[in-house]
């Protein structure tokens, strides 16, 4: 753990490239982009270049997820969108919840748009609207509910929307469903770390101990009281812990982690702790909502 600090995420494959230039050559066929992303990391889970790539194109912004993200949030981020002059709906693909209002929604920013479409001969036509966002931020569950049936192709690793393909909702909207994509740098390490801790860069792309020591000391700075109440640890023995001045900060942590180890049966011969296992424990309880409805991004 002394190269914590030289912890890097970086990922970028290659076919992402080829992705983008798609992206930007499909858009001519579009009217509105509904863009994905995750409640729990609104900023995050957002490609700084979309707003380059959709210029005066017509949005709605998705905060999938919703359920696994903090209510009062979930309605600041609303808001915060909306000053901005970008409609945004909460959705929670697995349940289907926000689906129609999402649906209202696309008839509406269309509706508001329809004069331009009218101009230029669209008059009947279908509204067509394009699906973006970074990978494992629920595109394909997005579609197969609004759809209701599994037309776009999930995949079992962030980064598998197979093929494009148009997708018919009702008798006004078709969808087109594109990849994932994330940009080729992360130029602030912290929304890496994000997007590790939320699945959306794959796990065997990075050192597990690492992501899940990263998780773990931001659940005991921010969250004491559900670390506590997770893995049924006595709340002063962590304060103990984290105040004994004799051990380096990653030591504290990594004496915590063993501790959640213990509780979980993550022993290994000799007796010591599995810590690759306890990581994955930590980031599959977060992931799941299993340690409570935790956003990390505030508006």
Do not use: C
Not at 1 to 11: E, K, P, S
Not at 37 to 53: C, E, H, K, T, Y
């Amino acid at each position: 753990m002394d190269n914590r600090q030289n912890l890097t995420i970086n990922w970028y494959p290659g076919h992402m490239a080829k992705t983008k230039r798609e992206i930007l050559e499909d858009l001519k066929l579009v009217d509105v982009v509904v863009e994905i992303l995750d409640a729990r990391i609104p900023v995050s889970s957002q490609n700084p270049d979309i707003g380059q790539f959709i210029k005066e194109k017509k949005r709605l912004i998705v905060l999938n997820k919703s359920d696994l993200a903090d209510e009062s949030q979930n309605q600041k981020w609303v808001r915060k969108f909306e000053k901005m002059q970008i409609p945004a709906v909460l959705v929670d693909s697995n349940s289907g919840k926000g689906i129609s209002e999402a649906i209202k929604k696309i008839e509406q920013i269309y509706e508001e748009g329809k004069e331009k479409f009218t101009n230029k001969g669209r008059i009947g036509k279908s509204i067509r609207v394009m699906i973006l966002g970074i990978p494992n931020v629920g595109k394909s569950s997005f579609i197969n509910r609004i759809i209701k049936k599994n037309v776009a192709e999930v995949g079992n690793r962030p980064g598998v929307t197979r093929k494009k393909q148009w997708v018919r909702i009702n008798e006004r909207i078709e969808l087109l469903d594109t990849p994932g994509v994330l940009w080729p740098k992360f130029e602030n390490q912290e929304v890496g770390l994000k997007l590790a801790y939320t699945g959306t860069i794959k796990d065997d792309v990075l050192e597990t101990i690492e992501i899940g020591y990263e998780l773990l000391k931001m659940f005991i700075n921010e969250y004491p009281m559900l670390l506590s109440e997770r893995y049924k640890l006595d709340i002063e023995n962590i304060h103990n812990i984290m105040e004994n001045t004799e051990l380096e900060e990653n030591e504290r942590i990594l004496e915590i982690m063993d501790l959640i180890g213990k509780k979980r049966g993550a022993i290994i011969s000799g007796g010591r702790i599995d810590r690759e296992k306890v990581a994955r424990i930590l980031l599959e309880d977060y992931r799941s909502g299993k340690m409570g409805r935790i956003t990390l991004e505030l508006a």
